[in-house]
């Protein structure tokens, strides 16, 4: 087993020559020390080679190798750089520089010196290598795939080789043959654990979830300090939305690797996921400061920032991120160009995403956020470009997610210009893709929204009647997605006394982290049993606690995340006095809308059409018992097409509702400046339209599954 080498800046130096040996000699001992694992010596050796001859550039490369082999990075750069400097330095000590140059995060300087080292040698394997690993991190993935290529060619029994290609592929979307390499290096090597790692992100992306977390598992297993691995796990548990899992796995790497750049990033992303945006603010500032020149540091930061509405400082780190080599180089660019569509500056918005869009034509990612930013007609060239990315994307290997985007984007465009055929050819894949991503029993999810109804009795309520905490602050919209939400929130935070919070996990959370004695979460309705009324007054505190710093110094906070249907009789109990907003829209539009989406959130109901009407059917019985069980004073209904019919008298009727006094600005709700993170974040910058009322009428023939399932009677479709 080698010994640790000390650092080299504390070896002795002698005032003279070895003894007995001439420099080549001493520095052929000196390798055979460093081969043989015996470092002291070797150290010792080099230094007294420097003090006959100071610029030595053996003895500086091994000291340079030495001081890596220790941990000391800078000095090994300079060591290394005093040895590239020398007359006739080979292409080795060139690539060995570029390596550690990598390793610092000096991506061009390292370049530089990958480049010399393969002009020096154009056979050097390992410095052609080097080279494609920082083309690879610097973004020039199409270079770098040359350079990988050329060492796969040369050394294709060498897993390494095969590993870094196919990571090089995967970043440029072709998956299939990025899956082949990684394939070939896990059989040249079964115990590879980085290209277990890798394959984990790889089958994450393309949606099988339970694969990639096993090979994660894998990796973690054959290597349990493969921080990537650790990564990959938690990135595949996010993706599930099992935040807490996540959490785990990034908590296992930090215990090990406390300023792991990586885990921080993972952290922060995590604890925004979960809206806990304090804590991921001190997480990604904390990845910032030490990886100053990582663009995913700075990205998440910016997202974090966004969330906290600190838009300045939040725009500012996003184009921070996009001037850093980034993996994926438009990723930065279409993060700010959706923050600038939120926030309603839409013309800067299109700007950005036409940058992303010239940066990568091929970019399924650009195509889907960029069409939410204008409608099209038949002629429209964009369709004409989705359309031909779409039709290589065997040829090119594009993975199902990317596909899934393309689909839903041609979809849209296609509705917008009314060519029903053409929408529904792409909606049907687009949402055949999605569904294929995740197991979803609907007759059990059925059962479960009708437990739900049967647990919450007129009984309990009167039991657990004085339980709750008092507070006035929380106002919940909720309903079916696509239901109005947004409008009814973007109504209500028109007011001054009301600040909009958007769709939050908070309630979600803390539900799922109610476990039993053995620490294994309870479920829900299931949990009820065992809550007594002190545990519903700390449940309703600590919500009110969690939305106070995101109120912006208002009275009133809105949570309008769709979802906490689910959960109307719990919050009664915890919070007595908040106000409920259920949002109403017809079921046919509403299922329409949901199933042309591609929903960021967990909505596993809503990407077949038959399974989406069965749901509604299952939500619209909720409710209903909920409008029986709770006090009108605190449940109120609010249709969308009687907002779109009298904008005033029901805008009047939910603030008199909220305990609010009536204000004009409620009334010009699109000019409300404030960020808007839903599908509807360009038609509530809108003043009221119907274009949308009846919306499903023109597409009747393409919706037989859903109508059946809503039981809607032939005269009416």
Partial sequence: ???????????????????????EQAMALAYGHWNAGQADQAERLCQQVLQVWPEHADALHLLGLLAHGHGNLSLAIEFLRRACATPRAPALFHSNLAEMCRQSGLLAEGEKAARRAVTLDNRLT???????????????????????????????????????????????????????????????????????????????????????MAEARLAIEL????????????????????????????????????????????????????DNLPEAEQAARLAVSVAEQSSDAHEVLAQVLQGLEQTD?????????????????????ISKAVMLMEIGRTKESAEIFDQALAINPRSANVWFNRCEMKKFSATDPDITKMEAVLASADSQGMGPSDRTLLHFALGKAWMDAKNAERAFFHLTEGNRLKRQTFDFDIEATRNWLSDIALSFTPELLARFSEAGESAEMPIFVLGMPRSGTTLVEQILASHPLVHGAGELKILQGMVDRISGADLQPIGYPQLLSGLLPEDLGRLGRHYVERIRPLSH?????????????????????????????????DPVDTCLSCYTKLFQGDQKFAYDLRELGLFHRGYQSLTAHWR??????RFLDIDYEAVIED?????????AFCGLDWDEACLSFHKTARPVRTASVNQVRQPIYRASVGR????????????DALDIPPDVR
Avoid at 14 to 22: E, I, L, N, V
Avoid at 324 to 333: I, K, M, R, S, Y
């Fill in 223 to 274: 290597n349990p300090r493969n921080a990537d691995a650790y990564l990959n796990a938690a990135a595949v548990a996010l993706g599930q939305k099992r935040q807490f899992e996540a959490m785990r796995w990034i908590d296992n790497l930090l215990s090990f690797a406390p300023h792991h750049p990586g885990g921080l990033i993972a952290k922060a992303r995590a604890l925004k996921e979960d």
């Fill in 1 to 23: 087993m080698p010994r640790k080498a000390k650092a080299a800046e504390s070896a002795a130096t002698p005032d003279t020559q070895p003894q007995g040996m001439s420099l």
């Fill in 313 to 333: 400082e939040a725009l500012a780190h996003y184009d921070q991120a996009a001037s850093l080599p980034t993996a994926v180089p438009e990723t930065p660019l």
């Fill in 647 to 655: 904008l005033e008298g029901e805008a009047r009727r939910l603030i």
């Fill in 696 to 707: 499903w009428k023109p597409f009747a023939a393409h919706l037989g599954p859903l109508l």
């Fill in 126 to 212: 390992a410095g052609w290598n080097n080279l494609g690993i920082i083309l690879q991190e610097a973004g020039k993935l199409e270079e770098s795939l040359t350079c990988l290529a050329r060492v796969v060619e040369r050394t294709p029994d060498n897993p390494e080789a095969h590993n870094n290609l196919a990571n090089s592929l995967k970043r440029l979307g072709r998956l299939t043959e990025a899956r082949a390499h990684y394939d070939q290096a896990i059989a040249l090597n079964p115990n590879y654990s980085e290209a277990h790692s890798n394959l984990a992100n790889l089958l994450n992306e393309w949606g099988q979830a339970e694969p990639a």
């Fill in 553 to 585: 110094g208002c009275a009133r906070v809105v949570d309008k995340m769709p979802a906490n249907f689910l959960y109307a009789g719990l919050i009664h109990l915890m919070l007595p006095n908040a106000r409920i907003v259920h949002c109403r829209r």
């Fill in 628 to 633: 029986q069980l709770l006090p009108a004073d």
